[in-house]
T-cell receptor, first 114, second 111 residues
């Protein structure tokens, strides 16, 4: 199984809401990633987890809070977002962070902040 | 941080023609990867070329790497309408443990 799943596919939220994005993989990968992608732009790295520990935080605002409950799951908790945070949020995984080889991406969550 | 710059930004060709996309980067790399993204979807890994390799093939894909010029190219031969997508290079520089994606080339293959 080489699939990364993400839920929900679409999310609309107000600026005062709290919501979570979920990502799951069952490939035994020990590195998991969150990316943000605006329209017609490349994905931008937000966070990297390696062996369930936060390894990289690309100076992301604290209204985005990642969590890695176990080696298969990655969450992104959202609170007090701004309209400019509307984007496609992509999750990815790879075997291990110290071997940055193939990354497997989920289909993304399309987030709209009103 | 490392980022590839891709050229052209957009490319429109007829089915059956070849498509070439170029990527330039700035510093020493460990490897360079190419990904495809269909509209609004996740990225799909196409091919990885290591810094000590000069050329690699996978099906209709051919990737070259010139570390002296800090550039790579992706050639798609005998293109199909299904190849319509955005293509991103992702150079992995030696000091970094995560990919940074280039600006991307939007390829349109007309049937």
């Amino acid at each position: 199984d080489t699939e990364v799943t993400q839920t929900p596919k679409h999310l609309v939220m107000g600026m005062t809401n709290k919501k979570s994005l979920k990502c799951e993989q069952h490939m035994g990968h020990r590195a998991m990633y969150w990316y943000k992608q605006k329209a017609k732009k490349p994905p931008e790295l937000m966070f990297v987890y390696s062996y369930e520990k936060l390894s990289i935080n690309e100076s992301v605002p604290s209204r985005f809070s990642p969590e890695c409950p176990n080696s298969s799951l990655l969450n992104l908790h959202l609170h007090a977002l701004q309209p400019e945070d509307s984007a496609l949020y992509l999750c990815a995984s790879s075997q291990a962070q110290n071997r940055v080889d193939t990354q497997y991406f989920g289909p993304g969550t399309r987030l709209t902040v009103l | 941080s490392q980022q590839g710059e891709e050229d052209p930004q957009a490319l429109s060709i007829q089915e059956g023609e070849n498509a070439t996309m170029n990527c330039s980067y700035k510093t020493s790399i460990n490897n360079l990867q190419w990904y495809r993204q269909n509209s609004g979807r996740g990225l799909v890994h196409l091919i990885l070329i290591r810094s000590n390799e000069r050329e690699k093939h996978s099906g209709r894909l051919r990737v070259t790497l010139d570390t002296s010029k800090k550039s790579s190219s992706l050639l798609i031969t005998a293109s199909r309408a299904a190849d319509t997508a955005s293509y991103f290079c992702a150079p992995l520089d030696t000091g970094r443990r995560a990919l940074t994606f280039g600006s991307g080339t939007r390829l349109q293959v007309q049937p």
